[in-house]
């Protein structure tokens, strides 16, 4: 089957498309025809040098990705051939005591499509059937992929992990990337207000069209100072943030006293001076949080039906084009998901 795959670790050389063995379904897995993909930050990181991840190569990119069922067990209660789903990213082993738990993203040895086993920019891909889910009707093949990581994260962090209440402030950083974007259109659906930051005024003009309620240009103005104005010198009860050392400071003085900051990336570094007299007078939360669980998932998706909500998508690459599209994505450029097209 056709597929993009990592020979090594690099640029883009290391990037190659060309054949690879299509999967054998094993009994409980469920084989999928991919449609469609898209890139995350981790796919660049796989790229780049993948260290601290254990997988062997050459392995196949790509972490989320929709399309249809080629074959199930014959007495799987849901999938049938030639459903159209869309796919959870994360793999647990089913026993530890995080997976009986519900908590597959806190499984000690979880393995990530694309990261420690071969992922969707390809033809076809095998997994667990827990890890499939019927895909709410209205979306494309790419918009529903896009659901998988980017709005999963976003779910997580929002609703699992800061408790947004529908009368509150979130503060996003550096919107146009999946997760940002994601934590937008779903903080907006929740009815709390939302403040975006970018350096680029085109991404915070196509933000206030999804429904931002206060623009900060951060390439000009201070952040703290812009949310408190923004606030009655209050401060958000919420900041969803996976930028990093470059924006800590910032974030913590945008947050209300007893508000709550949620990280899943560190793109500018990771070692942020603490601020602990800030975070114990003024008792801050401080919350990690990656991907999300099974019921998570479904709970978005049912909120996807129900509401129809439907992914960014920045613009669309075949798979002779990865190469592209991976350029695209680190351009920084994007609003949105860069996607893959795999039909
Ligand atoms: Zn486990």
């Known amino acids: 089957m056709q597929a993009a795959f990592i020979t090594g670790h690099g640029g883009n050389e290391v990037v190659s498309v060309g054949q690879r063995p299509k999967p054998v379904r094993q009994a409980g897995h469920v084989l999928v025809r991919l449609h469609a993909a898209t890139l995350n930050r981790v796919d660049i990181y796989m790229r780049d040098s993948g260290a601290g991840i254990t997988h ?33 990213p994360a793999i647990g ?46 979306l494309s ?27 509150e402030t979130v503060l996003i950083f550096g919107i146009g990337g999946g997760v940002s974007l994601a934590a937008l259109q779903l903080a ?53 943030e996976n930028v990093g050392a470059a924006v800590w400071s910032a974030a ?13 990336g560190a793109t500018t570094g990771d070692q942020p001076p603490a601020d602990l007299r800030r975070i114990f007078i003024r008792q801050l939360q401080i919350l990690g949080s990656t991907l999300g669980n099974f019921d998570e998932f479904r709970d978005l998706l049912n909120l996807v039906a129900r509401t129809g909500l439907r992914p960014i998508i920045d613009s669309e690459f075949s798979l002779d084009q990865t190469h592209a599209a991976l350029d695209r994505l680190e351009s920084g450029a994007q609003f949105g998901k860069v996607a893959i097209r795999l039909d």
């Open 188 to 240: 907006r659906l929740a009815g709390a207000r939302a403040i975006v930051t970018s350096r680029d005024p085109a991404k915070l003009e196509r933000a206030r069209l999804l429904g931002a309620d206060h623009l900060i240009d951060s390439s000009t103005q201070d952040v703290a100072k812009a949310v408190l104005a923004a606030t009655n010198g209050r401060g958000v009860d919420v900041v969803i």
């Open 141 to 167: 093949f790419t918009e529903a992929a896009a659901l998988g990581v980017n709005h999963l994260t976003a779910w997580r962090m929002l609703f699992t992990k800061a408790q947004l209440k529908p009368w």
């Open 93 to 138: 082993c089913g026993r530890c005591e995080f997976c009986l738990r519900g908590e597959v993203v806190l499984c000690v040895a979880v393995q990530y499509l694309g990261e420690h086993r071969d992922g969707t920019l390809a033809q076809w891909v095998s997994v667990p059937a827990p890890n499939v889910f019927p895909m709410p009707a209205g």
């Open 56 to 88: 062997q190569l050459p392995q196949i990119m790509g972490l989320d990705g929709a399309g249809t069922v080629e074959e199930a067990d014959a007495n799987d209660p849901v999938l049938r051939p030639g459903q159209a789903v869309v796919l959870h």
């Open 252 to 264: 913590m003085k945008s947050l209300v006293r007893g508000g709550r900051l949620v990280t899943c």
